[in-house]
């Protein structure tokens, strides 16, 4: 896509890797006032960009490329057996689509989430300003996946819509559950399988990082697409 090479980038200051340890990351911006049209976006994920709220980055680091752009090429997907447990386990949960804007309810669950899941973090403490500059604030393709039990919201997935795959965002769950429900890998397993009922290619899950053990989780979902030397390779 030639008009790639006319979009306006901005690189941050080297700042302290939220990942793994003794690591200076720096991160590439795409030009804040660049409308981001679907089409465009779809390019941009297709080398690796990904959105945090109205912001699309990729990492640039000078002396480390340990962040590897993954997806799930889901045509050739097949759950594996703890897979399919899961699957059946969860097959009393519903789930609904909606637009991602800030409700209480939602709200609350990624309170719960972050404090459970990451005290220790640079998302904690969370605040109401916070989640929606995150995950409110961004384009119209941009959905809530909403997961209930008897009613209960125990899940949001939050999914961006591409012309040909869907990215995962973000999700976040009730931790209280029982620890056999597996919520989080539930929740991509069903991405996976909506982006297979929508004839879309590929599930996008973000950065796979081999050296950290909270991006290990993406490796079981194969075969997997890693972005390499500007090309999409298969880890089988």
Known sequence: MSALKELKFFATQPHDCSYLEDKQATTLFLDPDKELAPDLYRHLADIGFRRSGKHVYRPHCQNCNACIPARVSVNFFEPKRNHRKILNRNQDITVTRH???????SYE???HYICSQHSDGDMYPPSISQFKSFLVE????CSFYKFRLDGKLIAVA???Q?????SAIYTFYDTTLK???SL???CILWQIEETQRMELKYLHLGYWIKECQKMSYKIQYR????YVNNHWVTLK
């Open 138 to 141: 961004c384009p119209e393709f």
């Open 162 to 166: 591409l012309s040909n795959s869907l």
């Open 184 to 186: 989080g890998s539930f």
């Open 109 to 111: 669950l990624y309170k």
């Open 223 to 226: 075969p997997l697409e890693v």
């Open 179 to 181: 620890k056999n429900r």
């Open 99 to 105: 637009k991602a804007e800030y409700d209480e309810e």
């Open 158 to 160: 939050v999914t961006d």
